[in-house]
C-alpha cells in the first residue's frame, strides 16, 4: 500500500499487521446463493487452498436483486441472502478454516426508484428540506426553468399523460401512518404532506355534511388541514424552519393517522376523495385534480426513452434506478460506513473491494479516509479498486490501496497468446469479410458521441449549466453560448484518452494536464467551430489555470465544474468503449474485453515481463483475475478464440465456407440481409467460444441455444446499430435469433456442422492448452489471483447473467478429493496419473490441478509469492517462441513457471500433446541463479529434475520439465541456508 497520504496522521492508534490474501476465490451471492451455501462449501475452499472468501456485495440491496450493487440500506445485511446470526456463522466457519474474507463495497450510487429506499423517498417528499438531500448527486437548479427544485424521474413506461389517463398512477392512503402516495406499479412516490390539503379539502363541505359542523372531530380535521398548510416550504433554507417541517410533518401525520382510526366518516371520506382524484380511464377531464397534485410535487413523473436530456441527479453510468452519492460529504460518508467499519473492526472483514471508485468526486480523498476510519477501529485492511487503467495509465502511486482488481492483468496475460504478427492478416481478413475498411479510433469517437448525445446527455446539460456560468462571469468569455460551450464539452469528453483525471484542490499532476491537452487538441481537430478558441478556454478551465488571480467564488466554480466533469468521462468512456465499440469492432473477440484497447493485437514476451516487474516493484498485492461477474466472456473462451491469431489462413477458408453454407438462413428485414455481415462475423467466434466438450447431446444443444439467444440479444442492442435497447428492433433480433438457432440445429451432416464442428475441435484443443498456461501464470506472477466462482474447472460463459449461472461445488469437491489422493502416491505413481489427465483435458481435472497445486504452493512458501523477485528466464532452441519462463525468488527458495503458447503452431495436429522431446527437442531454460545444492522438484509429480551444465551456464531440458504435463511448475529449494 502507499502510505504517503496517511504520513502525516500520527494520532492513529496502533494497527494490527495487515493480512494480505494469498488468493481470494469470488462468490456472487443473492437469493439463490445465501451465507448458508457459501458456509456449506468452505471446507472445500479451505482445501482447495484459498485464503479469502471474496464476496459480491450482500449490503441491503433492492428485493429480488441478482448482483447486489443496488443497494438501499447500507447498515443491514441483505435479508434475502441470510439473517446476522447466518452471517456470524459464516465467518467462524472460515476463522475455523484459517480463512479470511473481501468484501465488494459500492461507495458511489444506490438503489433508488421502487418504493424501498428510505433516504430517496425523503427527498422526493421533501426535496430540498430533507436531511438526506446532500446525500444524493441532485442538479437542483438546472437550466429548464420548469425543473428547478425537481427530481426527473424516468420510471414511466409511456408519455405521463397516456400514463395518467389510463389510470396507471394511483394516489393512494396509508391510514396507519397518515401518509398518501403515488403508485406506480411498483414504485411509490411520496406526497409533499404541505400539499395534503389539495386531498383533504377537497368536497369538505360533503364530510361538514356528514359530521355537522359542530362535531369536534370535523373541527380538529380542519385544524390539521391548517397545520399541514402551515408546514415550512419545502424550498426553505433556514436550518431552523426546515428542522420545523421535517418535526411537525410527522407529528401532522400520527394525528391525521389518529384522525382517521376514530372516525369512519373520515375515513369514507378520504377514500371517496382518493376515487375522485384516481379518475376514471377514457375520461380525461377526470385526471385533472391528480395531475395539479403530482405538479406541486418535489418530482416530475417522466417516459423514461425520452428523459435523459433533463435528468438532474448522477447516475451509475446510465441506469435510472441506481443514483449517485455524494461521498465527499462526511455525513454521508459516516452514514454508509457504520455496519462496515463494524465488520472490519470486529475482524470479519481483512480486505475491501471498492467498486466503480472513477464515479466518486474525489477518489483519493475518500480513499484515505476510509483507511484511516478503518485504522481508527483498530484495523489495517486490505484495499483494491476497480479501476480501469487505459493502455499506457498507471495507478495512481499516491492512492493508499494495494492495487486494482486486476483487469489491466486480465488483458496482458491474454495478450500474450495473441500472436502479434498477425494484427495485420486479421485486420485485413476481417475487413474483407465485412465488407468495409473500419477506423477503431474513429468508431470510438464515434460511440462516444453517441453515449453522449443519448444514455449521457442529461450529464452533459449539467455540466454545461456550471461551465456557462462560469463563462459569464468573466467579460473576457461572456461571448460564449451555452450551445457553444455544451457542443465543445462534447467533444473534449469524446476524445478524452483515459477514463478520467483526479484534479482536485492540489496540484495539477501532469498527466492529468497532459490528457486534458491532448484531449483538447483532438477535439479541435475534429470541431468544425468557426471559432475555436472556446477549446482554450475549456482547458484553462480544466487545468484550473482559469482560477489563478481569481476570486475564491469564481475559483472554488473552476475547481467543481473540473472534478465533476471527471465523473462524467468515465461512464461515457466505459459506455463508448466496452458497451459500444467492443460490440461494433470484431476483429478478434478475445480482445474486447473490460479494461482492453481492441487496437492492441496482442502483448510481447518482453512487454509481459516488464509488466509482471512492474507489479512486482510498486504494486506485489494488487489482484489478478481472468474472469469476473463483469467480463464479456470467460478466460476459457478467449483462450479458445486466441488460437485463431495463429491459425489466419485457415480461419480466413472456415468463414468462407461458412457464410456460403448459412446463406440461406439469413432472412431480408428493411431491404437488407439479417444478420449483417459483422454480426455474422460475431456470431462465428460466439459459436467457437462457447461450442460444449465433447459431444453435446441434444439437452445440451438446447440449453446452448437458449443462452445464445439471451447473449446476442444483448450483444446487438449494446452495438446500438440496427436495434438497441432503448429502440429494440424486434424485426431484425428475431432475424438474428433465428440464423442462430438454424445454426446450433444443424444436421451433423450438414455442409455447415461438417466443417465447423472439425474447426471448433482444433480451437478447443488448443484453447484448452491455453488455459492451462494462462491459469499457471496467473498463480505465480506478482500479486493476488483470483478465482471466479466456478473458474477452477474449465468454464465457457458469456456475459452476465450467463457467468453468474449456479456452480456444482460437488462435482469440484469430488474432483478435488481424487487429486489429493494421488498427492499422496510416489512419484512415479503420480507422475501416471498427472499423465492420464491429459487424455480427458475436457473434463477440467487438468486445470484444477494446477491450481490446487499452485494453490498450496503459495500456502507452503508465502515470502516467495508476496515478496519474492521476479526473473525472467531466458529460452534457448528452436521452440523458444513458445515458451514464456521465469521465476519466482525469495532466500533459499525459489519457483519456475514455464508456460508454453501458441499450440496451434507448435503441434502437427489436434490429437498432439505438448509433451517430451518429440514437440520439444533440444529447448531449455537457463538457470542464472543455480547453485550446487539446490533440489529441483516438479511441483504437479513430485518427480526430481537434474539441471545440467552448457557452456553458458545451467540449464534443464524442457522435454524433460514436460514430459508428462504441458506446463511447468518447479520448486527450487537450497539445502543449505
Given at each position: ?97 484459517g480463512m479470511g474474507q473481501v468484501l465488494d463495497i459500492v461507495p458511489n450510487h444506490m438503489g433508488v426508484q421502487g418504493g424501498d429506499n428510505a433516504w430517496w423517498l425523503d427527498v422526493l ?807 550446487s545444492d539446490d533440489q529441483y522438484t516438479c511441483v504437479f509429480t513430485g518427480k526430481g529434475l537434474k539441471p545440467h551444465q552448457q557452456l553458458s551456464g545451467w540449464c534443464l531440458s524442457i ?19
Amino acid at each position: 500500500m502507499k502510505d504517503n497520504a496517511l504520513s502525516q496522521q500520527t494520532d492513529l492508534p496502533k494497527t494490527p499487521s495487515l493480512r494480505i490474501p494469498l488468493s481470494t476465490y469470488r462468490l456472487q451471492f443473492n437469493r439463490d446463493f445465501t451465507f448458508n451455501q457459501a458456509r456449506a462449501i468452505v471446507p472445500y475452499l479451505s482445501a482447495l487452498g484459498i485464503s479469502h472468501l471474496y464476496a459480491s456485495p450482500y449490503l441491503k440491496a433492492r428485493p429480488g436483486s441478482r448482483h447486489g450493487y443496488d443497494i438501499i440500506d447500507h447498515n443491514q445485511l441483505n435479508p434475502e441472502i441470510g439473517t446476522y446470526p447466518e452471517f456470524e456463522l459464516l465467518c467462524a466457519t472460515l476463522a475455523e478454516h484459517g480463512m479470511g474474507q473481501v468484501l465488494d463495497i459500492v461507495p458511489n450510487h444506490m438503489g433508488v426508484q421502487g418504493g424501498d429506499n428510505a433516504w430517496w423517498l425523503d427527498v422526493l417528499e421533501n426535496g430540498q428540506t430533507s436531511v438526506y438531500a446532500g446525500f444524493f448527486d441532485i442538479d437542483w437548479a438546472p437550466i429548464k426553468t420548469e425543473l428547478r427544485g425537481k427530481v426527473v424521474l424516468p420510471v414511466l413506461a409511456d408519455h405521463y399523460g397516456t400514463v395518467l389517463e389510463k389510470a396507471e398512477l394511483k394516489l393512494c392512503f396509508d391510514a396507519g401512518r397518515g401518509e398518501f402516495a403515488i403508485y406506480y406499479y411498483e414504485h411509490r412516490f411520496p406526497v409533499d404532506p404541505s400539499e395534503y390539503p389539495q386531498i383533504l379539502t377537497y368536497r369538505i363541505d360533503t364530510l361538514g355534511e356528514r359530521l355537522g359542523q359542530d362535531n369536534p372531530a370535523l373541527m380538529e380535521y380542519q385544524s390539521l388541514v391548517t397545520a399541514f398548510q402551515n408546514l415550512p416550504s419545502r424550498a426553505e433554507r433556514v436550518l431552523e424552519r426546515q428542522v420545523e417541517r421535517r418535526r411537525d410533518k410527522e407529528v401532522h401525520k400520527r394525528h391525521l393517522a389518529g384522525l382517521v382510526e376514530g372516525s369512519s366518516d373520515i375515513t369514507w371520506f378520504i377514500e371517496e376523495n382518493l376515487k375522485f382524484f384516481n379518475g376514471t380511464a377514457g375520461e380525461p377531464a377526470t385526471f385533472d385534480r391528480l395531475h395539479n397534485l403530482i405538479e406541486a410535487q418535489v418530482y416530475r413523473l417522466a417516459f423514461w426513452q425520452v428523459a435523459s436530456d433533463e435528468i438532474n441527479y448522477r447516475r451509475f453510468f446510465d441506469i435510472n434506478d441506481l443514483a449517485g452519492l455524494r461521498m465527499e460529504n462526511d455525513e454521508v460518508f459516516d452514514a454508509t460506513h457504520q455496519l462496515l467499519l463494524r465488520l472490519v473492526q470486529e475482524g470479519k472483514l481483512d480486505g475491501l473491494r471498492l467498486d466503480h471508485p472513477d464515479g466518486l468526486y474525489d477518489p483519493k480523498a475518500y480513499f484515505c479516509k476510509l483507511v484511516e476510519q478503518c485504522r481508527r477501529v483498530g484495523r489495517a485492511p486490505y484495499v483494491v479498486v476497480e479501476k480501469i487503467l487505459a493502455i499506457h495509465e498507471n495507478l495512481r502511486a499516491d492512492w493508499p490501496v494495494h492495487g486494482t482488481t486486476g483487469y489491466e492483468f486480465t488483458n496482458l496475460v491474454n495478450g500474450l497468446f495473441v500472436v502479434t504478427g498477425a494484427a495485420e492478416r486479421m485486420t485485413r481478413l476481417y475487413n474483407n469479410f465485412i465488407g468495409e475498411h473500419v477506423s477503431f479510433d474513429d468508431l470510438l469517437y464515434d460511440s462516444k458521441r453517441l453515449v453522449i448525445k443519448t444514455a449521457l446527455s442529461g450529464e452533459l446539460n449539467v455540466l454545461a449549466n456550471l461551465l456557462s456560468k462560469i463563462a459569464e462571469a468573466d467579460r473576457h468569455t461572456c461571448d460564449y453560448t451555452l450551445n457553444g460551450l455544451r457542443t465543445a464539452l462534447a467533444e473534449i469528453i469524446a476524445c478524452f484518452p483515459v477514463y478520467r483525471g483526479y484534479i482536485n484542490a492540489g496540484e495539477v499532476a501532469a498527466e492529468d494536464r497532459l490528457n486534458i491537452e491532448q484531449a483538447t487538441l483532438e477535439a479541435k481537430r475534429r470541431s468544425t467551430a468557426a471559432d475555436t478558441s472556446i477549446f482554450d478556454f475549456l482547458l484553462d478551465v480544466l487545468t484550473l489555470v482559469a482560477a489563478e488571480g481569481k476570486l475564491p467564488a469564481y475559483a472554488d466554480k473552476v475547481l467543481e465544474f473540473t472534478m465533476k466533469f471527471q465523473q462524467v468521462t468515465s461512464p461515457v468512456k466505459a459506455k463508448g468503449l466496452e458497451d459500444t465499440s467492443s460490440y461494433r469492432y470484431n476483429r478478434l473477440l478475445s480482445l474486447n474485453e473490460v479494461g482492453s484497447d481492441p487496437r492492441q493485437f496482442g502483448v510481447t514476451l518482453t512487454a509481459f515481463h516488464r509488466a509482471n516487474q512492474f507489479r512486482a516493484l510498486n504494486w506485489p498485492h494488487a489482484l489478478l483475475t481472468t474472469s469476473t461477474h463483469d467480463t464479456k466472456r470467460s478466460e476459457d473462451v478467449r483462450a479458445r478464440l486466441d488460437v485463431l491469431s495463429e491459425i489466419p489462413a485457415a480461419w480466413r477458408l472456415a468463414l468462407r465456407h461458412w457464410r456460403s453454407a448459412n446463406r440461406n438462413f439469413k432472412r431480408k428485414v428493411d431491404g437488407r440481409l439479417v444478420p449483417t455481415s459483422n454480426d455474422e462475423y460475431f456470431i462465428y467466434q460466439t459459436l467457437l467460444g462457447v461450442w460444449p466438450p465433447g459431444k453435446p447431446d441434444a439437452k445440451e444443444i438446447a440449453g446452448l441455444g437458449s443462452r445464445l439467444a439471451d447473449y446476442l440479444i444483448k450483444a446487438v442492442r449494446e452495438a446500438k446499430v440496427h436495434t438497441s435497447w432503448i429502440n429494440p428492433n424486434t424485426g431484425y433480433e428475431d432475424a438474428v435469433l433465428g440464423f442462430v438457432d438454424a445454426l446450433v440445429n444443424s444436421s451433423v451432416e450438414s455442409s455447415f456442422m461438417t466443417d465447423f464442428l472439425p474447426f471448433q475441435r482444433l480451437v478447443a484443443r488448443m484453447g484448452m492448452f491455453n488455459s492451462l498456461s494462462q491459469t499457471l501464470i496467473k498463480f505465480t506472477v506478482p500479486g493476488v489471483p483470483d478465482i471466479y466462482q466456478g473458474c477452477e474447472l474449465l468454464d465457457f460463459s458469456l456475459v452476465d447473467p450467463d457467468n453468474r449461472r449456479s456452480v456444482d461445488f460437488g462435482v469440484r469437491r469430488r474432483m478435488l478429493d481424487a487429486l489429493q489422493k494421488l498427492e499422496s502416491k510416489t512419484s512415479q505413481q503420480r507422475s501416471a496419473g498427472v499423465r492420464a489427465l491429459c487424455d480427458g483435458l475436457e473434463d477440467g481435472r487438468a486445470k484444477l490441478l494446477i491450481v490446487r497445486s499452485a494453490l498450496e504452493l503459495r500456502k507452503r512458501w508465502p515470502d516467495v509469492f508476496q515478496k519474492g523477485k521476479y526473473l525472467r528466464l531466458p529460452i534457448k532452441g528452436k521452440h523458444a517462441v513458445h515458451l514464456c519462463a521465469y521465476a519466482r525468488i525469495d532466500g533459499r527458495h525459489k519457483v519456475i513457471t514455464l508456460a508454453p503458447r501458441f499450440f496451434a503452431q507448435l503441434l502437427s495436429d489436434a490429437d498432439t500433446l505438448p509433451l517430451g522431446e518429440k514437440v520439444w527437442g533440444n529447448t531449455t531454460v537457463d538457470l542464472p541463479f543455480h547453485r550446487s545444492d539446490d533440489q529441483y522438484t516438479c511441483v504437479f509429480t513430485g518427480k526430481g529434475l537434474k539441471p545440467h551444465q552448457q557452456l553458458s551456464g545451467w540449464c534443464l531440458s524442457i522435454a524433460e520439465l514436460l514430459a508428462d504435463f504441458p506446463v511447468g511448475l518447479i520448486s527450487v529449494e537450497s539445502v543449505h541456508p
